[in-house]
Structure formats: structure tokens, C-alpha cells
């Protein structure tokens, strides 16, 4: 079994910020890439940021320059720093994993989701 848990989500003013964490343990043995999304009320979930294994990023065009994504390896962990935060971020907020376990093929791992409402 894999475990993704994650922390960090919140009540914050425009302007503010939050830092989200994304641990995975368990049987996870390997992982590859690591990414954020959010889904809001009656939106389709999107890619918010995605980290490959060597640390290439990209982001949605929406949070660029606001929100970076980073990763430690060592911790099977990956965050999301959003600075500046609108009203517009406001969602539920999930990490997502391609990883293996040791006797397992590659598969999509997510995370249980973490609310974040940004105030106006």
C-alpha cells in the first residue's frame, strides 16, 4: 500500500501565503514525477505544478511566478509554495505521484486532498 499525506492547506487573506507538503510512504519503492492540482466548485480538476525526477518544473499559466513546486528525495515528499494568493486559488488543492512499489508496476498515486480558501 501507498500513503500520500498532505498538510499545509488553510484559511488565508489575498496576499498571503501557504506552503503545502505531499509525503509519500508505504510500499513506495521509486518515483518519477510529482504534481499539484486543484479542483474547484463546479471546475474540472487542472495541473496547478509538476516536477519531473531531475527537477524539471512547469506550471499552469495561472500561478506562474506566484507558486513553486520543489522536492526532496530523500523524504518521498514534494511542496507547493504559493505566494500572493487571489481569491481565484481557492480549491482543493491534491498531490499526485508516479511512482512503484517493489514488486509493482508504475502507477498515479494522489493524496486525500487539502482544502485552501483565499479570502478577499
Known amino acids: 500500500q501507498v500513503q500520500l499525506v498532505e498538510s499545509g492547506g488553510g484559511l488565508v487573506q489575498a496576499g498571503g501565503s501557504l506552503r503545502l507538503s505531499c509525503a509519500a510512504s508505504?510500499?513506495?519503492?521509486?518515483?518519477?514525477?510529482m504534481g499539484w492540482y486543484r479542483q474547484a466548485p463546479g471546475k474540472q480538476r487542472e495541473l496547478v505544478a509538476g516536477i519531473s525526477s531531475g527537477g524539471n518544473t512547469n506550471y499552469a499559466d495561472s500561478v506562474k511566478g506566484r507558486f513553486t513546486i520543489s522536492r526532496d528525495n530523500a523524504k518521498n515528499t514534494v511542496y507547493l509554495q504559493m505566494n500572493s494568493l487571489k481569491p481565484e486559488d481557492t480549491a482543493v488543492y491534491y498531490c499526485?505521484?508516479?511512482?512503484?512499489?517493489?514488486?509493482?508496476?508504475?502507477?498515479?498515486?494522489w493524496g486525500q486532498g487539502t482544502q485552501v480558501t483565499v479570502s478577499s
Open positions: 508505504g510500499s513506495i519503492f521509486r518515483i518519477n514525477a
Open positions: 499526485e505521484i508516479f511512482g512503484r512499489t517493489k514488486d509493482g508496476g508504475w502507477s498515479d498515486y
